[in-house]
């Protein structure tokens, strides 16, 4: 595998591996915390327990003393024997007078002490006190808290030099390896997205060795591109070799007519009757045209030649080429495009201008003379919406998808022109370019329109589609012109 | 002109081959693509018509062939396939025109006389003349004898490309190629539409027809 190939940072946080390595480690710095948390509390509970019966084991040596004087004795003699670092004895008398070896006093029933001396400090841990209170006086019994204490700084520095150190080194290797199969996932993803773009010639191919999910799952993909790409190639050849045959006695018996046509006389009925005979040949062959055109749009053409195509100049250009032929068949064209000057899409220019032409040519075809038919583009959201809208008889509702289907034709256009397939050829390149086509009611009529997704303006430079195929047999071609102005 | 047709099917051939000559061109031909390479590359041709799909060498590897070989004679491809891959194809391989079958003899006419270079034509030829018809390029003004006509600017389009192009016959699909930079043949007579319209400015009031149809193939302004 490629170092790096699709790699992205941006989009190696988004990849299932890594969010699993990092979930995993998650798991363990939790799991990790809440052992160390555990495990600290149960010590500190045993080292409280050993606190309160240290106090429990003082406060019953005191206890053995009847009377004041004699506990007085005691304290005393105990306070002088014990550092008030670790354990503090104080006995406040009812006076208020204390003795121990600290100054000690309640303060609302919470003890507070004071060392006695500079010789004799306090501990700066704290203290757990006990405080049993009878006619003899008050008895304060601390036990320093420095124990507890230090079993949390152990704990700290447990989890800052080993568990740390662990969950970082984890995550690291696991980021490491997910990483790795996340770029596999990635190129797995690249080589899909390039299919889907039709390039059939795609493969993953990993290294034969590996024996793992993902190489299982590139190995079916290359062999199912490869299948495609093999099905595509037989059935251009198909195309290809059907399209020979048929069009070779095609061809012979348009030159035969058009032979017999020169030998007749003009105006003769013979001469009516070639004329007839090579218009059903021209017609037998637009359809065998347009089916095998929708089979090539179907099997996979190229998407690596789509170009940015400015719509609005393709629309203009159809408006400009159909607008005398829709006058003289009694209609009337009007033509709304946006006021800014380009709409850019991404596609074919010449397929793109086959919608435009089809579109127009059902309008006229399936509406009567006096119709107004409407060419528009305009912008909606991020999408530039193509639509030719007539108010003739239209199609009923249940019949719009249909007349999308090859060769199927409304009962009531039976009887006019057209081969039923201008529309299936609208769809199908519908499909090559990602739009949607939508068919609804004009009320009255058809409106058909064709939403494609706007791409930014090619960069100044660049060749996009508007310029043509630049080897156009034509070296003369002026540039279309807006059909609106006038010529000086 | 001296032409070179390569192309197997025999009745195809014949006829394109008795309506060439009728015109009163030299026509060699061949149906065999490795054949074909070595007769192209010894001789001087004005245009080759060659078939896309032959025994031997096919039509788009002998173009090649020949491009790499630094014979630039132009090329006609004719083919039974008329995808806008196989036009495209055909056009990247080295042709410089392409005729998807069946075609009319008199579309092949005017497209192979559309190849042939010319003499050097003046490309700062600013104004366009036939018979009493004076074209402006530059002031994009037209007049028949002392009269000016007013022309739209396709119509204008349109009347230069035949203009450019006198006496020879230019197509329905040549003109829709070469005013609008479309490559594909619409049912309805739109390119009709259009020089019906451009006739009626620049033949009708003047009584004197200078656009001219040719049956079965197309318009032209004779030279």
Redesign the interface.
Known sequence: MADGEGARPHGLLRSTPVRQAIGVVTLMAVVGAATTTVAFLRVREGLEETIRTSLDQTAAGLSTARTAADLRNLVVAEAGATDPELRIIVLVLADGRSVGNAEARLDGGMPSVAPLSAERPLSDHGYEFRVIADDRGTLILGETREGIDDISAVFIAQAAFSLVPTLLFSLLAALAIAARSARRVVQIEDVLGRLAAGDLSARVAEDPGRRDDLSRIAGRLDRMAAAQEASVAALRQI??DI??D???P???????L??L?DQTDEGSPGAALADRAMAE?DRA??VF?SL??IA?IEGG??KS?FRAVDLSAVVA?FA???G??VE?GGHTLTVEVPPQDAVWVQG?R??L??VV?NLL?NA?RHTPGGSAIRLSLRHDGASAVLSVADDGPGIPAAERPLVLRRLYRCEASRTT??NGLGLALVAAIADLHEARLDLSDNAPGLVVSLALPLVAPPAAGADPATA??T????P???A????S???? | MKLFLVED?T??AD?ILAGLRQEGHVVDHMADGRDAMAQAVANAYDVMIVDR?LPGLDGLSLVRALRAAKVMTPVLFLT??????DR?EG??AGG???L??????GELSA?VA??ARRPAQQATETVLVAGDLRMDLI???VRRGDAEI?????E??LL??LL??KGRVQTRT?L?????????D?????VE??V??LRAKVDRPFGRELIRTVR?AGYKIDG
């Open positions: 195309s290809a399209a020979h048929l069009k070779t095609v061809q012979r018996l348009a030159l035969l058009a032979d046509r040949a062959v637009a045209q095998l055109q090539q053409t190229p030649r250009t400009d080429v159909y005398p032929a003289d074919d010449d397929l201008g086959q032409a040519e006229l022109e057209g043509a195929w080897d156009a047999p034509c003369l071609a002026p279309p012109r807006p059909p102005v006038r010529a000086d | 099917d009745a195809v006829y799909m039974a396939l008329g995808g806008v891959d495209i056009l990247q410089d025109d392409y998807v079958k069946p075609f009319a003899f497209r559309a190849l002031r994009r003004t007013d022309l739209l600017p396709r204008f389009a230069e490309v450019r192009r040549m829709l190629e070469s005013v609008w930079d479309i490559s594909f619409p049912q309805t007579n739109v539409t259009h019906s319209r079965g």
